[in-house]
């Protein structure tokens, strides 16, 4: 399969994360995903989307921009702010870790994004922002049956 | 909007279609005001409706936990379609709240 590529820009606003999820979730069909596959990226989409928001602008204005291509079947996706940025990004990804003492907060974001997706790296620079880069090959769950 | 009922000392929370960080957020502060009240033990979130959920919804429902738990109450699951079940067995929640029926 060709390369195929895809970017959005949109306001740091939680309304926006459904959005966010449908456009990752539309260019996702083309690689004919099982609806387990689509849920697992919608969620990892929906948990990066929700730190930029919450984390990264503070729920305050800004921009975030999601980039995604597809390759042999795997989906690439870049999600990017230019918040706060993180200070400690090993103590961020630690489960059940909110740096908000939020207790409406899971502390699970990280989690969730490694345990739907194949690979996650996070870029990110104290007062410049944030890239969270994950990975997932569709078509591995059928195989292994 | 309804997004909870009040039976007893139990209140009964719909969960909607998707359940984010923007509808968690909402959940959260409209029902502040019922688990303000002592008498409310027990809480149930009903799944009926729901597609879709990330850690939000395991954030709003630890945080409904704690409100409870003080008051020696419980936290049930109802309508619990495969997907929810994933994501509820993945984050670990079910050793705080029970899932009903099936």
């Known amino acids: 399969m060709n390369k195929n590529e895809m970017m959005i820009e ?16 539309s260019f996702l069909t083309r690689t004919n995903p099982t609806l387990n596959e689509v849920e697992d990226v919608k969620t990892a ?13 503070e729920n305050g204005d800004g921009k975030i921009i999601i980039k995604a291509y597809i390759e042999d079947r795997t989906i690439h996706i870049e999600i990017i702010d ?38 996650l790296v996070v870029e990110s620079k104290v007062g410049e922002g944030t890239t969270i880069k994950m990975k997932k090959k569709i078509g591995a769950e059928q195989e292994t049956y | ?5 009040k039976m007893g ?21 409209g029902t502040n005001e019922v688990f303000a009240d002592d008498r409310i033990k027990n809480v149930v979130f009903d799944f009926g409706n729901t ?7 395991i954030g709003l429902i630890t945080r409904r936990f704690r409100d409870v738990h003080d008051r020696g109450g419980e936290v049930s699951l ?10 509820l067995l993945m984050s670990g929640i079910y050793r705080i709240a029970t899932k009903l029926g099936r």
């Open chain 1, 10 to 25: 949109f306001g740091s606003d939680a309304k926006n994360e459904g959005l966010a999820r449908i456009v990752v979730a």
């Open chain 1, 45 to 57: 989409v929906s948990e990066a989307v929700t730190n930029s928001i919450i984390h990264g602008y």
């Open chain 1, 82 to 119: 230019y918040g706060c940025g993180i200070p400690d990004i090993d103590k961020a990804m630690e489960p059940m870790y909110t740096s908000k003492g939020d207790e409406n907060r899971s502390g699970m974001g990280f989690s969730f994004m490694e345990a739907f997706m194949d690979e």
């Open chain 2, 1 to 5: 909007m309804n997004i909870y009922e």
């Open chain 2, 9 to 29: 000392d139990t209140v009964i929370i719909s969960l909607p279609e998707e359940v984010d960080d923007y509808r968690a957020s909402m959940i959260i502060e």
């Open chain 2, 51 to 57: 597609k879709f959920m990330d850690s939000s919804g």
């Open chain 2, 78 to 87: 109802m309508n619990v379609n495969q997907r929810m079940d994933r994501i």
